[in-house]
């Protein structure tokens, strides 16, 4: 046997037995059958920086004393003259479960859309793989 072969073979068994070693690190038999012992990172995952902690925090401290304070000043007003205010108080949930209603329904019509523009699209898709398939056909 040549010096060169040898080599190549010594090389071959190394290989082989370093991926032996790296299968069993990072593998184990579970339910019968190989799983990795890593966790992946799953698909759209984005784990927040401490800056984008830091601006959310920042963000909701600044929402929650504004919230405190239209509460304070409505409830001065509330002293002040009660049917105004209450007045004030119907429209804003008025305009508030009208809000709420229009947002539902936006997003039901653009998820008909994007549900029928997908549902055509797949359909395009499929007529081009049969066409492929069977050139032949009607």
Known sequence: MNTEEHRRLRNVTDSHERSASVEEEEYVKRYDAYRPKFQGI????????WGNIILIWSLLAVLYIIAAGLFALFLKL????????????????GVYVMAVIFLIF????????????????????????NKRANPNAI
Request: no cysteine.
């Open 106 to 129: 936006v997003g039901q019509t653009m998820k008909s859309r994007l549900e029928k523009k997908y549902m055509e699209e797949a359909l395009s898709k499929q007529n081009e793989q």
């Open 42 to 49: 799953p698909e759209g995952y984005y784990p927040n920086t």
């Open 78 to 93: 509330l002293f002040i003259d009660t049917v105004a205010v209450s007045w004030v108080y119907a429209g804003i949930g």
